[in-house]
């Protein structure tokens, strides 16, 4: 039956657009942000080693399976989800777990929209010369404002979600695929610019090259192997339903281990590049790399405001961060808009873009005004509403909906199905092995993570 489904949103045009829709889709604030102080709070290249080794033993196999669903199933990640189960002879509650990816990509927006508005907002800083000469109280100061105040945090928040509903509503080709042929190689460009400069940079390069690819393991502990485990999953947009919903418009011919191998290693990849920009322009001015999240809206801006060329190097970084930002979030927005098409009697994909938009910029204005005017409002103990939404969706929900994925696609799909859309020998190594890692290693590794993030470890240790 599959084998006649079309998708009913368009197609990539080629394997190579949709490689770099989902690379688009992976690479975001995760890499750009997050990557390069996690490397800095534990220790380098040790960090590094154990993160690569997850990518492989996690992230890997349970974006194959990702992807397969999608493409079996040629719908949005809960109808793909039920048409697949019935297929397999399964039970058609297994759209659950597609409404458990759009209902965690749907959260995730909603504050990943706020910090991308962030981003924007340090664009248009940057062409004014914010930057030049600013000192650190002058730089915590600026943060500090911008986050304080309702009408700047939900100005950019919303200039940001009308970025991404223009283009998830024009559609597969017109829209998403249009954005990243322009923003993927845009990003790329830049990345290596920052780099280059990183190069120049007297002295500081070897410097970063030392910290990121020497390793010290007498540093790792317990708690590094597992925050590189869960950063290896995050980090390619697992278990929310935009890389599902991707797969489903790959083209049947084209090679789902092939470009899944080559998504993680572009993605990979970008995030060992941020590492190199961001740290030598860091080292050159004596500061330290372990900075936690303020290393990119406080520390980075002073060192910008210090060296040479820094007016321009700060503009591009921040339009890099930019870019990346809208790349992850239409991934995220694109879910729940192709599901609302579905259901729509019209089809319309402008009015479903609108109202799933409209939806989750209400709760994003929820999440920026939990940081200054709502701030005293709890969700969960000690948490505002933007901590809670992004505890319940990263902690929780994806790692549930990766392991689901896993489970579903290494135990209750048929063989002759998953080697029918991988299009590859049952019998060969390879295959054998990705089902191997992904029925038995990826899910222990996912339940070791959610364990460690929803603190079951210290309730029993």
Known sequence: MSETRSSLHGEWSSGMIFVLAATGSA?????????????GENGGAAFVIIYLLCILLVGLPIMIAEITLGRRGKRSPINS????????????????????????????????????GWALSYVLQSLLGTFQGITSDSSTHLFETLVASPFSVLGWHTLFMLLLFGIVAMGVRKGLQRAVTILMPLLFVLLILLVGYGMAASGAFQEAMAFMFQPDFSAVEGGTVLTAMGQAFFTLSLGMGAIMVYGAYLPKHESIPHSAGWIVGMDTITAILAGLAIFPIVFAVGLEPGEGAGLVFITLPIVFGEIPFGYLLGLLFFVLLSVAAITSGMSLLEPATSYLTER??????????????SLIWLLGVACGLSLNALSGITVLPGMNIFDSLEYISNDIMLPLGGLLIAIFVGWRMRLSSVVGELGVNENGALFKLWLVVTRFVAPAAVILVFANATGLFELFG
């Open 27 to 39: 690479v975001g604030l995760g890499n750009l942000w997050r990557f390069p102080y996690l490397v």
């Open 344 to 357: 729509r009697r019209d089809g319309s994909r402008l009015k479903a873009a609108a109202i799933i938009s």
């Open 81 to 116: 989800l039920r048409s697949v189960a019935l297929e397999e002879g399964r039970s058609a509650n297994w759209a659950l777990l597609g409404w458990l990816g759009v209902a965690a990509g749907f959260l995730i927006l909603s504050f990943y929209s706020v910090v991308g």
